[in-house]
């Protein structure tokens, strides 16, 4: 397998996969959105509610906060924890919510009792309280998984594709029709010939084959070829999230290889 870095920001990396296939560049995908863990705000206790939302209203808006913690390993899933799930603070992070109007009342409002927790963005809009309304909120938040439920789902938009090969042959005669129809620029006029420049741009529509009539333009899929994209929910740095998600799969693999030992 070859690795090559297209994009890196905080919340997204692209990145090139050559020689492997569509179901291992589609497992790191899928491990990404379901396997790695991240905490979310998960059991609520309304005290007060006297907002224009319904207590349900509330509880999915701070469930779908995404959580950054300074040592998210410091923490156990509940049901892997020493205390069988009970709760404690080696499986769960408490919180509380106190505010009354008038205003809007803020992820950043939330208060963790672990100060290496804290919303991953402190702008996302809970409730606007009227003058007098209040909100006693106290709570707690655990670490889980995508595949348990989608607020704890660390990586948000992932997704694969073929690397694209774009052949244009010498029938070429530089009618620009292929550009006029490309949505993604990928096409240029040079020397009076059509030549493809951003080629990972590159959805395969195969639009500017559709309206080339002198037939010189190829497009195909490199079929062990994948540009990978994936973006992080927040709580983890995308770089950081494509590792978890490569060591879950390597932990599965290890799984599987110490039961087939076993058989022998
Ligand atoms: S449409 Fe075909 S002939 Fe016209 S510029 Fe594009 S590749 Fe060349
Ligand atoms: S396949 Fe689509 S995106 Fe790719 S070069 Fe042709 S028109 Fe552009
Ligand atoms: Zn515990």
């Known amino acids: ?23 291992f560049a589609n497992g790191i ?14 059991d609520i ?26 040592d998210l390993d410091m923490f156990s899933r509940p049901e892997e924890c020493q205390c069988k799930g009970e709760g404690c603070p080696g499986c769960r992070v408490d919180f509380m ?6 205003g809007l009342v803020y992820s950043k409002d939330v208060q963790f009792t672990d100060p290496g927790v804290k919303p991953a963005f402190g702008k996302i809009p809970i409730v606007v309280l009227g003058e007098g309304e209040k909100l006693v909120i106290e709570g707690f938040a655990t670490k ?17 594709k073929n690397l694209p090969s774009i052949e244009i042959g010498a029938a070429c005669n530089g009618c620009g029709k292929c550009i006029e129809v490309c949505p993604r620029d ?21 639009l ?25 929910g927040g709580s983890m740095p995308a770089k950081e999230l ?4 490569s060591l879950e799969i390597r932990k599965r693999a290890e799984d599987l290889d110490a039961k087939l030992a076993e058989l022998s």
């Open 97 to 102: 919510l106190s505010a009354e109007g008038p």
């Open 45 to 70: 206790s309304l005290y007060e509610n006297t907002s224009v939302l319904f207590d349900e209203q509330i509880s999915l808006r701070l469930g779908l906060v995404p959580l950054q913690a300074e």
């Open 242 to 245: 494509v590792a978890r998600a």
């Open 186 to 206: 990928v096409i240029v006029l040079e020397e009076g010939r059509a030549k493809a420049t951003n080629i990972l741009e590159c959805s395969l529509c195969k």
């Open 144 to 160: 889980r998984v995508g595949r348990d439920h989608s607020k704890w789902q660390a990586g948000t938009l992932c997704g694969y």
């Open 29 to 42: 995908r899928r491990a990404c959105m379901s396997e790695v863990p991240a905490l979310a705000m998960d």
């Open 208 to 232: 500017c084959t559709e309206a080339c009539e002198a037939r010189a333009i190829k497009i195909s899929p490199v079929l062990d070829s994948f540009v990978v994209s994936i973006e992080s």
């Open 1 to 23: 397998m070859k690795f090559e870095l297209i994009e890196l920001q905080e919340d997204q990396i692209r990145f090139l996969l050559r020689g492997v296939s569509a179901a």
